[in-house]
């Protein structure tokens, strides 16, 4: 037993914070965050953003690690043994299933981005890409998302990469591929910032990510900054309960999490300040959509021996992403039927991967089957990134901050010697119940359209 124990915990405090920054740096550090930062006038749009981090991000965070650490179970396991004895208990435990759902559901959308992902970062390196002009990238990539066939073949790879790394379980799988790929990605990104530092225009670009504009910022900017920070930080994904769980019972949350957001945070600021050099004058520029870093991309390194690394950058980033994602669904799966981790494994990507692909068809043979203006990529996207994920937060933020019982969060609090003081855990508490329930309930509300329903109403 004492050896099972061991096999499902991290091995170490460092590899577990290794292994969460590369579960938490997604696309959206490489393409969204530069996008608003360019939108939302640079320096007042971040301000806000560390705003939100430290207000919302940080205590959610570590409230989810806080809950989880020591346990070994499963997201709706988690939240079990810290409500059995709380009111409409059955409430609190399918909010961990919807977490766990809504990651499966995001995966299956996520896996079709990945797949484009892979595929261009080959064609990156064999100099396949098209940057000629704006005109012939975006044709190239609407080409190839079509291409229903060839997509299939990219996805099924994805799928058994990420299957075949969670089958092997937490120390001989997880644990070391997310190390493996937390490395490359650090390689990669690094050689791209250094060559950006030297280019000529390194200082435009650092005036352009950091200058502070508060005219440019509007409300739809600061709603913006406070949805990127939740999202940033897949706190509506069960992927941190999940991690948590495999951590030791006396692990330091509070600094784990700030050290994992510092280093998400400066992720995301290096990637806009590279994006910046490569795509300012290029004549391409980042979109809404995340078509755009396909369509973009190519033609502002266009010719450049950066390409290459950039799209492999891209690929890297969309494997690990996904392997976080999928970590809470195999556990549920394993943990739910008693089957063995290879088995759990296996049920779990055939399932997400026939999603995916109904999901890839959306853009192939069923691109013309839309309900509401939206394919099938689209709902999915639509129900985990603005009504699940949210959701399952502010549940969370809830019931730490309202429902449990302050003195068993006391008590879990001081476990690690460090946190003994009560103005630490006071401040942390008052965090979860009032700012951070506030912010994302303005997330929810923003990601449900609210804001667009004001703008219709008040300014028609």
């Known amino acids: 037993m004492a050896a099972l124990a061991q096999r499902t915990q991290w091995s170490s405090s460092p590899r577990f914070v290794i292994a969460m920054i590369a579960a938490v740096v997604s696309l959206s550090n490489l393409w969204r965050l530069p996008y608003l930062l360019s939108d939302y006038g640079a320096g007042a749009f971040l301000l806000v953003y560390v705003g939100a981090l430290l207000s919302m991000g940080l205590p959610l965070f570590s409230g989810q690690l806080l809950m989880a650490r020591g346990t070994r179970a499963d997201v709706p396991g988690v939240i079990a043994a810290w409500t059995r004895n709380t009111p409409h208990s059955r409430v609190w435990i399918w909010s961990g ?27 990156g390196v064999t100099g396949m890409l098209d940057g000629s002009s704006v005109a012939a990238a975006n044709a ?18 994805f799928f058994a990469l990420i299957t075949a790394t969670a089958a092997r379980g937490l120390r001989r799988g997880v644990e070391p591929v997310m190390r493996t790929l937390a490395f490359c990605m ?12 030297m280019d000529a225009r390194a200082s435009s670009a650092l005036h352009a990510v950091f200058a502070v504009d508060f005219a440019a910022l509007s409300w739809r900017g600061v709603f913006e900054a406070l949805y990127q920070a939740f999202f940033t930080l897949s706190l509506g994904t069960g992927v941190v309960v999940c991690f948590g769980s495999y951590l030791p019972s006396d692990t330091p ?8 957001l510092l280093i998400d945070l400066a992720v995301s600021l290096a990637c806009a300040f590279m994006l910046a050099v490569f795509v300012g004058d290029s004549g391409a520029n980042l979109d809404v959509g995340i ?5 973009t991309l190519p033609v502002a390194l266009a010719g ?19 392997i976080g994602l999928f970590e809470p669904v195999v556990q549920l799966v394993q943990h739910r039927s008693g089957y063995s981790r290879l088995r759990s494994a296996l049920y779990a990507g055939v399932a997400l991967a026939l999603l995916g692909l109904v999901a890839l068809l959306s853009f192939g043979m069923l691109h013309r089957l839309t309900v509401f203006g939206y394919n099938l990529f689209g709902w999915l996207m639509l129900a985990t990134a603005q009504l699940i994920g949210p959701l399952t937060g502010l549940l969370l933020c809830i019931l730490m901050g309202r429902v449990l019982a302050r003195k068993r969060l006391v008590d879990a609090w001081q476990h690690a010697g460090e946190y003994s003081r009560a103005t630490g855990f006071a401040i942390w508490h008052a965090l979860l119940r009032y700012p951070t329930r506030i912010v994302l309930v303005l997330v929810l509300a923003y990601a449900l359209g609210a804001l667009r329903l004001i703008e219709i109403v008040w300014f028609p």
């Open 304 to 322: 450049s021996w950066q390409a290459p690394i950039m799209f492999v950058l891209v690929a890297l980033v969309s494997l690990s992403t996904a």
């Open 186 to 197: 650090l390689m990669a990104l690094t050689a791209l910032v250094v060559s950006s530092l």
């Open 140 to 157: 190239q990539f609407v080409t190839f998302a079509r291409d229903s066939e060839r997509g299939f073949g990219w996805l099924l790879l």
């Open 97 to 123: 299933y919807l977490a766990v759902f809504g990651a499966g559901l995001l995966l299956a959308a996520y896996s079709v981005v990945a797949a484009w992902s892979l595929a261009y970062s080959l064609r």
């Open 253 to 260: 949350v509070v600094r784990l999490s700030l050290l994992i």
């Open 291 to 295: 078509q755009s870093l396909f369509e």
